[in-house]
């Protein structure tokens, strides 16, 4: 399996140039199309985003950075892994917990660092997603722009917007998530699929006991668990799951807290407090989805990135750090080929196959949180992917531009 770039890759996007790409029209402003934006502005292209949200609001939970993601956004762009460790939190320590908050077990984060030559981050997405827009001229993101299609011949790609409007491009990223409409044309695989079990999560500043600066926190329940993270500036972000065979999302807010303090009710107070003082407009409640890995991302001018292209169980924290790799190639691949068509063709052969192995060993790995049985959950995993639990870690983190 390859799983480096070769030395001659290593370039700086900035000296390069695409004479056949001009405009780039993006859809989606989360962390992907901001990122690929970026990335192409570097290139010499013209590149406009297109988002549907009327604006950028403090949303999102907190995120976790990993090795290989933080080595491919500071290829897009130097010296932006220092302003995120300055606006988040360099973890120095992992805490287990058992649900009354005594800590069960302590190991040091150092061994990223150490091994893998970047830190773990642990930062809140909604400033990931102010530094990523801080790096574009304001007038290249255009908010309340919801994308409804696009038609395309030989020549360019029109793109259509619920407010009327058009544009034309040369070429068109669909970076909107895991519920793409660029991926519903191009592919129509449907709605996601439910992986059974559901999220809650929210980021709140409040006078806590239960994690020190620093630390990240794993507190393991019966059938459930909940991640405590420090995102910087004494903001807390928790995120409650819990194995759950059907789903169904609630409109009203308070039902939505209730829910969650339900299921706390016999928790300890430090961390039934953490829930108690939460907004209820401030939670968010999700279905934890995937889909099937597609033997295609592009056609023609058009391609995925990110969740419209892999999107993947969260449980090995690689959603966010493997679209920031996604958005590296995608600019290195158009800066090496000579039409569209090859850029696509090459961007597709090099992301296909390792996201691929992380979509499904991230699927297997959702199911190990909820089991005692951790040591056939492992076996499944390692059948999977031909690699042990560090194997897989070596493989990913290791993994630079
Ligand atoms: C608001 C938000 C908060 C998140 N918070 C977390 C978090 O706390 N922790 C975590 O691990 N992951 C979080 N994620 C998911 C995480 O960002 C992604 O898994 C990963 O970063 C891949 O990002 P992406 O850019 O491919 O997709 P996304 O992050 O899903 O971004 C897609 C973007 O496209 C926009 N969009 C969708 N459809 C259209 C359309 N038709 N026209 C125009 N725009 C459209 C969406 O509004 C969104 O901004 C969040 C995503 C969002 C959108």
């Not at 590149?47 to 290989?68: C, H, M, S, T």
């Not at 061994?111 to 997405?125: E, N």
């Amino acid at each position: 399996m390859n799983t480096h770039t070769s030395a001659q890759e290593k370039i700086q996007l900035g000296k390069l140039s695409t004479p056949f790409i001009e405009k780039v029209a993006i859809i989606g402003a989360g962390l992907g199309g901001l990122a690929v934006a970026i990335a192409l502005r570097k290139l010499g292209c013209e590149v406009q985003v297109y988002e549907k949200a009327q604006d950028f609001r403090p949303v999102g939970g907190g995120l976790g950075l990993l090795p290989n993601g933080l080595n491919f956004l500071d290829a897009i762009e130097p010296g932006i892994v220092e302003t995120i460790k300055n606006s988040g939190c360099e973890v120095s320590k992992t805490v287990l917990k058992n649900t009354q908050g005594e800590t069960i077990r302590t190991n040091p984060a150092s061994r990223f660092q150490d091994k893998y030559g970047q830190p773990l981050i642990t930062v809140w997405w909604w400033r990931l997603q102010q530094i990523l827009v801080s790096k574009l001229p304001s007038e290249s993101i255009h908010l309340h722009h919801r994308c409804v299609g696009f038609e395309q011949d030989d020549h360019h790609v029109s793109i259509y917007f619920e407010n009327g409007e058009k544009v034309s491009a040369d070429l068109l990223i669909g970076a909107d998530g895991i519920n793409s409409v660029i991926r519903e044309a191009l592919i129509g695989d449907g709605k996601p699929r439910y992986l059974g079990s559901m999220s809650w999560r929210t980021v709140i500043k409040c006078n806590q006991e239960i994690l020190n600066p620093g630390e990240l926190g794993f507190v393991k329940g019966h059938k459930e668990f909940m991640y405590l993270l420090n995102v910087g500036d004494g903001y807390i972000a928790w995120l409650y799951r819990k194995l759950s065979r059907d789903y169904s999302l609630s409109q009203d807010a308070g039902e939505v807290k209730s829910r969650v303090l339900n299921q706390v009710a016999d928790w300890g107070e430090s961390l039934r407090s953490l829930v108690a003082v939460t907004p209820a407009e401030q939670i968010l409640e999700t279905p934890i989805c995937d889909r099937l890995p597609l033997k295609s991302w592009s056609q023609g001018r058009v391609t995925l990135l990110g969740d419209a292209a892999h999107p993947m169980a969260p449980a090995l924290g690689q959603g966010a750090n493997s679209t920031f790799e996604d958005a590296y190639e995608l600019t290195l691949c158009c800066s090496q080929a000579s039409s569209i068509q090859e850029a696509l063709a090459s961007y597709q052969q090099r992301r296909i196959p390792r996201t691929q192995l992380m979509q499904g060993r991230s699927a297997l790995g959702e199911m190990r949180y909820y089991t005692t049985d951790t040591k056939n959950s492992d076996q499944q995993m390692q059948e999977h992917s031909q690699m042990s639990r560090e194997e897989f870690q070596d493989w990913a983190f290791n993994y630079k531009p």
